[in-house]
């Protein structure tokens, strides 16, 4: 079972850099979410989709950008890295809000 | 705004006995979830226990178990038994009912399990 699966599984970014980090799941959930972590901490919401062509804002949603064209995919874009969105970065699905999250591996991200 | 707030950074358990890890929560709302999720150091987040808050009843996963005092905002998780496999991040989650939005953790419990 592959659930959900994220890609890389690390990164080194210079300032400035953009890339995006790949997020799919094979389960048919309708919600997708990302997440960052830093160290010591819990996570926070970045963005959220409720289903294919659909986004909002989460908690921390500054200097990203997402888009959810097909169910399965749900990339998470930096544009412009920063030191500050060095993290561990998680993708997470769900069948609907009420039910669980299913989380991937995560990605560890840093901007030197 | 909700909160969520994890007192004990790190805990420590011999195999075989039990812990328990607190968890405390601050909310206007009435209807919820709750969650312990576990990180082990392979970075996955699995979860554990779910409790929604309309329950009474305390939710129990076998050697996971969980006591709900809503009143208190209050939700601890019990280990059982426990074995070297527990040891990882243990992080309280709180999300209110239909809301896809908004899935607040604590900032976690380091458990160790000694010999």
């Known amino acids: 079972n592959a659930g959900v699966t994220q890609t890389p599984k690390f990164r080194i970014l210079k300032i400035g850099q953009s890339m995006t980090l790949q997020c799919a799941q094979d389960?048919?959930?309708?919600?997708m979410y990302w997440y960052r972590q830093d160290p010591g901490m819990g996570l926070k919401l970045i963005y959220y989709?409720?289903?294919?062509?659909?986004?909002d804002k989460g908690e921390v949603p500054n200097g990203y950008n997402v888009s959810r064209s097909t169910t399965e995919d749900f990339p998470l874009r930096l544009e412009l890295a920063a030191p500050s969105q060095t993290s561990v970065y998680f993708c997470?699905?769900?069948?609907?809000?009420?039910?669980?999250?299913?989380f991937g591996d995560g990605t560890r991200l840093s901007i030197l | 705004a909700q909160t969520v707030t994890q007192s004990q950074p790190e805990m420590s358990v011999q195999e075989a006995e039990t812990v328990t890890l607190s968890c405390t929560y601050d909310?206007?709302?009435?209807?919820?979830?709750l969650f312990w999720y576990k990180q082990p150091p392979s970075r996955q987040m699995i979860l554990v226990i779910r409790?929604?808050?309309?329950?009474?009843q305390n939710a129990t996963e076998n050697r996971f178990s969980v006591n709900f005092q809503k009143a208190a905002k209050s939700f601890s998780l019990k280990i059982s038994d426990s074995q070297l496999g527990d040891a990882a991040m243990y992080f309280c989650?709180?999300?209110?009912?239909?809301?896809?939005?908004?899935?607040?953790f604590g900032t976690g419990t380091r458990l160790q399990v000694t010999l």
């Open positions: 997470a699905s769900s069948t609907d809000s009420n039910q669980p999250q299913h």
């Open positions: 909310t206007s709302e009435s209807d919820y979830y």
């Open positions: 389960m048919n959930h309708n919600y």
């Open positions: 989709s409720v289903g294919a062509g659909i986004t």
């Open positions: 989650a709180y999300r209110v009912t239909g809301t896809a939005s908004k899935l607040t």
């Open positions: 409790q929604e808050a309309y329950k009474q």
